[in-house]
């Protein structure tokens, strides 16, 4: 008589059962779900191997991960992640896409920045997105693939990189183009409230902060555009070309700031066809749209007198506000600077500097 086996046996036993059952449990969901994604795999592989052969060298998040991640363990596989809640106050930046790039198409746009000799190139489509991710005003970028190598990469706005214009799209077509969801203004959207009891704003460059004291008896509806853009939570790049350009000695530093929301439109003239706009003849420090019109480009007035040759042609809305950020005003004068027209043309900072419009 076979003798019964003891306590310890018999638990030894169980536990060799339920390992083997676990192993081939598992065995069986690591094959199962690797037939089940194979497709996927293979597709990736093929895409990797056709762009290699186009002699594009691609450095995709996207299919280096689907094709070096271990299958993941568990079966049925998970459902897609849902996308990540839209929120107005914490905006998604953002990213190079390749699977959103567009090939033999040319998109049109405000040129940011112009590309080839002299202007912006790229190795890749990638590169040339990531040049227009860095750059405050693109959102759109127009790549030459058939350069071989360093291709020309165009910088572009547009009011909607959603629905962008084509220039051209066809197999004709040597350009790559691509969006980016950044630098504008759904129109849709509600716009920021004004903070009307935001007296000052600073203009922050990298050379320091000019300090402004906002005139809203002189031009409220400029005063309000300017508060918009010191509005906090709005998305990055807001001030989407906000920048000092033009310097003529003792007479004015001249920039722009144009921003993602609709942009001023009225005068201190309006609704009058023919009047004087300013609230006073400019004095060193006064703060007004260029031009006599509505912005968004501005300038500060430097000069010792006040600027009795200009009457008051231009709407002022602002001061400087301490002599700190006059003195720094003065020293944006004096940064290398160019007449790119000729002698006694107007004077161009050789290197625009960007402004960031913040609330203080
Ligand atoms: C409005 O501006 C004032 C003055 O700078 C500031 O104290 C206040 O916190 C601002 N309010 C909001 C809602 O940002």
Known sequence: MAPRPSERQRRTASTSTISLFILVICTVFYFA?????????????TAAHLQSDSGIEYTTTVSAATLTSPPPPSFPSPPPPSPPPVSREVPQVPTCQPASFKRHVEYDGVVVQAGGDGGVVAQSEVECCERCLDSKACNVWVWNMESGGEGACWLKFSEHPKRPSLRAEG???PWASGTLAKGFWDPGAPLPVVNTSLGHVLLRTS?????????????????????????PGLPPGSCRQCEFYRVEYGFLVQGVLRGVLPVNKETGCDPAPQ???????????????????????????????????????????AEVADDDSLALCDRIVSLPSHTPGGPNTMRFLQKRLEIEVVAT
């Open 33 to 45: 779900h690797a037939w089940l994604t194979w497709p996927t795999r293979h597709a990736a592989r």
């Open 171 to 173: 197999a004709h077509v």
């Open 207 to 231: 050379e320091g902060d000019i300090r402004l004291r906002l005139k809203e008896d002189w031009h409220l509806p400029s005063v309000n555009t300017v508060r918009r853009l010191a509005a």
């Open 275 to 317: 009047c004087q706009p300013g609230p006073r003849v400019m004095q060193r420090g006064d703060v007004g749209w260029a031009g006599g019109g509505p912005g968004p480009d501005f300038f500060i007035y430097l000069g010792k007198r006040p600027a009795d040759w200009l009457k008051r042609d231009h709407t002022v809305w």
